[in-house]
C-alpha cells in the first residue's frame, strides 16, 4: 500500500509501530475494516487501545500509515472526528451533569440542529429516557454504557468506535447493549468497530473480525470467512465409546490434537484426507458404532485459540 | 456530516464554567476568597478608611489565591489526563487549541470573578468609594498574580499529568520563589504587588503618608512587576500551547 489509502474500507493502518520508552506497543500493525460491525479481538496489552490512539489522533505512530475515511490519523484528526463517534473504556463523564444536559452540551459540538428532538430519540433507544434527568454519578455501570453509546453515536457518525463497550457490565446489561448496537447499524446504518475481549459478545454482532496480538495481526477477515477458514482442520466425532476410540486417534500421524468435548471427539487434522479415509476403518476396527463424523463450525474462541493461542 | 462548528470555542467556554460551578469544592473556594478578604479586618492596626487599607490583606489573599488557582488548574489540565475527560474531549470534532484555550480562559475568568467580587467587598468595608483608582489597580496586582500562577500550574500539569503531584510542586515552586528572594523583589508576589501599587499610589495619591513599600518605587521596579508575570505566563502558555496542540499525545 502506498500513499493514497483506499476508501473501500473505513479504516487502514499499514504497518504501524508505536513504542512507548523502549516498551512495543504497535509491532508494523495492518489491517483493513470494511462497513458493518467489526470486532478488534486481542487479549489485554496486546495493543488494542493503543490502535484506537492512533486512529483517534491520540497518538502519533513512530513509523508506518493510519487512515479513517481515506484521511490521515494524525494530520486530519479534525476532519475524521466529524464522522466519527467514540465511546472510550473508561466512563470519563460529568458526574454532576444529567444525561440530557451532558448530551446537550455533546450535540451542540456537533451543531446539531434539533437537539431536543435528537436526544430524546437517542435517549430512548438506549433506555435512559427515566434516567435523562438524574446526576450521571448515580448511574449504574450499564446505564454509564448506554450512555457513552448515546453520546458515541449524538453526531450521526459513519463510524462508532467503542472499546471493551460491555466491561463490568452484568449478563443482561451486556445482551441489552448488543442488542442496541445491532438495532442501531441496522436503523442508521452506522459501522462499528468493537474492541474487546470477551469474544461470546463479538460471536453475536459482529461480521468481520481482527485478531491482534502483541501489537500484529494476527488475522482478519469476514467471519464466515474465518470460521469456514479454522474449521476445515477441525472435525467433530460422534462413536459409542470415546475414550476407546480417542487411544486409537492418537496414533494416527494426520492428527495434530484430540480433545473430548460433552462425550464429543475434536480433532485438529493436518491432513483432511487421510484422516477422513482412517476414521470408518477404526470405527470398524475396533467395533464401535460411528454415530456421527462431520466438520466443526468453529466458534469465535475456537479460531481465537487457534491463531493466538497457537503462538504462545 | 455536520458542518464544523464556528461557536465551538464559545460553547467549550461555556461548557468548562459549567464544569466548574458544578465542582463540590466551588463554595469553599468562594468562602476562601472571603476570608482572604475579610482577614485585614483582625489587623491590629485597625482600618484608616482609605486607599491604604486595600494593601493590609494582600499577602493573605495571594497565598489563598496561588493555592486555588493551582489547584483548580491542576484539576482541570493534569486531572483531565487521570480522569480521561481529555481523550473523551479530543474524540469530539473540536480542535485541540479550542480546548486549550477555552480552559485556561474559563478558569480565569471564574478565579478572577471570585476574587474580584470578594476583593469588592473591600470598598463596602472600608467605606472606600468605587471611584478609587487604587482598587483598580490591586485588581490588576491580583490579575497578573492569576496568569503568573496559571502559568506555572499548567505547564507543571503538563509535566506531571497527575492532578496531585501538580498541585503540590505548582505551589511549592511560587512558595518556594516568595520566599526565596526579597521583600520587594519582582519575582514574590508581594514584592510586585507592592512595586505596583507603591509605584501608583505615588502618582495618584502624591502627598500621602501612606506608604506600602518601604522605599519611594522605582520606575524599573514598575515595569519589571509587571513585565516578569507577563512574559513568564506568555513564554510558559505559549510552550504548552504548541505542545498541546502539535505533540501532546494522549494514551
Redesign the interface.
Known amino acids: 500500500m502506498g500513499g493514497a489509502l483506499t476508501e473501500e474500507f473505513v479504516v487502514e493502518t499499514f504497518n504501524l509501530v508505536k513504542t512507548?520508552g523502549k516498551i512495543p506497543a504497535l509491532n508494523e500493525l495492518t489491517m483493513q475494516i470494511p462497513k458493518g460491525i467489526s470486532g478488534f479481538v486481542g487479549k489485554n496489552g496486546s495493543g488494542k487501545?493503543?490502535t484506537i490512539?492512533v486512529l483517534?489522533?491520540?497518538?502519533?505512530a513512530n513509523k508506518g500509515q493510519a487512515s479513517m475515511f481515506g484521511l490521515d490519523c494524525w494530520k486530519n484528526s479534525?476532519e475524521i472526528?466529524?464522522?466519527?463517534g467514540?465511546m472510550?473504556e473508561?466512563?470519563?463523564?460529568?458526574g454532576?451533569?444529567s444525561a440530557r444536559r451532558f448530551l446537550t452540551?455533546?450535540a451542540?459540538?456537533?451543531?446539531?440542529t434539533q437537539i431536543d428532538q435528537t436526544i430524546d430519540e437517542l435517549l430512548n433507544d438506549v433506555d435512559l429516557t427515566h434516567a435523562q434527568d438524574k446526576p450521571i454519578k448515580t448511574f449504574s455501570a450499564g446505564m454509564f454504557k448506554r450512555l457513552g453509546l448515546a453520546q458515541a453515536l449524538l453526531?450521526?457518525p459513519?463510524l462508532a468506535i467503542l472499546d471493551e463497550p460491555t466491561a463490568n457490565i452484568d449478563p443482561l446489561g451486556r445482551i441489552t447493549l448488543l442488542q442496541k448496537i445491532k438495532e442501531m447499524h441496522a436503523k442508521k446504518g452506522t459501522s462499528f468497530l468493537i474492541s474487546t475481549h470477551i469474544l461470546s459478545d463479538l460471536e453475536k454482532i459482529c461480521n468481520y473480525l481482527i485478531i491482534i496480538d502483541q501489537g500484529k495481526t494476527v488475522d482478519q477477515g469476514y467471519m464466515s470467512n474465518l470460521t469456514e477458514k479454522y474449521s476445515a482442520k477441525i472435525y467433530k466425532i460422534e462413536v459409542s465409546n470415546p475414550q476407546q476410540f480417542i487411544t486409537a486417534l492418537q496414533k494416527l500421524t494426520a492428527i495434530d490434537k484430540v480433545w473430548i468435548d460433552n462425550g464429543k471427539i475434536f480433532c485438529k487434522v493436518n491432513d483432511p484426507e487421510v484422516f477422513c479415509s482412517e476414521i470408518p476403518k477404526i470405527a470398524s476396527e475396533l467395533k464401535l458404532q460411528l454415530k456421527g463424523f462431520q466438520q466443526s463450525l468453529g466458534s469465535l474462541e475456537e479460531i481465537y485459540t487457534q491463531t493466538v493461542g497457537e503462538k504462545r | 456530516?455536520?458542518?464544523?462548528?464556528?461557536?465551538?470555542f464559545f460553547?467549550?467556554v461555556l461548557?468548562e464554567i459549567?464544569?466548574c460551578l458544578?465542582?463540590?469544592v466551588l463554595s469553599l473556594i468562594v468562602a476562601s476568597a472571603i476570608l482572604a478578604v475579610l482577614v485585614q479586618s483582625t489587623s491590629i492596626t485597625g482600618f484608616t478608611h482609605n486607599y491604604g487599607d486595600l494593601s493590609t490583606g494582600a499577602r493573605t489573599i495571594f497565598l489563598i489565591l496561588t493555592f486555588v488557582t493551582c489547584t483548580l488548574f491542576s484539576h482541570s489540565f493534569a486531572g483531565s489526563f487521570g480522569?480521561?475527560?481529555l481523550?473523551?474531549m479530543?474524540?469530539?470534532?473540536?480542535?485541540r487549541w479550542q480546548i486549550f484555550i477555552s480552559k485556561v480562559f474559563a478558569l480565569n475568568l471564574i478565579i478572577f470573578g471570585i476574587y474580584a467580587s470578594a476583593y469588592a467587598m473591600n470598598l463596602y468595608i472600608n467605606a472606600i468609594s468605587l471611584l478609587e483608582p487604587m482598587f483598580y489597580v490591586s485588581l490588576f496586582t491580583i490579575f497578573l498574580q492569576l496568569l503568573f500562577v496559571c502559568a506555572i500550574s499548567v505547564g507543571v500539569s503538563m509535566i506531571a499529568k497527575s492532578e496531585l503531584i501538580s498541585i503540590v510542586v505548582s505551589f511549592l515552586l511560587i512558595f518556594g520563589l516568595d520566599n526565596a528572594f526579597n521583600f520587594d523583589a519582582i519575582f514574590t508576589s508581594m514584592g510586585r504587588f507592592s512595586n505596583i501599587f507603591g509605584y501608583f499610589a505615588q502618582i495618584t495619591h502624591p502627598g500621602s503618608l501612606i506608604r506600602v513599600s518601604p522605599v519611594p518605587v522605582t520606575f524599573e521596579q514598575f515595569t519589571g512587576s509587571i513585565v516578569f508575570p507577563l512574559l513568564t505566563a506568555v513564554v510558559v502558555l505559549g510552550l504548552v500551547f504548541v505542545y498541546f496542540t502539535r505533540k501532546m499525545?494522549?494514551?
Open positions: 512507548f487501545t493503543t490512539g483517534l489522533g491520540l497518538i502519533k479534525f472526528r466529524q464522522k466519527l467514540v472510550h473508561t466512563n470519563a463523564y460529568p454532576s451533569f452540551h455533546v451542540k459540538l456537533y451543531s446539531i453526531g450521526n459513519e | 456530516m455536520n458542518k464544523p462548528a464556528p461557536k465551538t460553547r467549550l461548557w459549567e464544569n458544578n465542582l463540590p480522569r480521561g475527560d481523550k473523551r479530543l474524540s469530539y470534532p473540536v480542535k499525545e494522549v494514551d
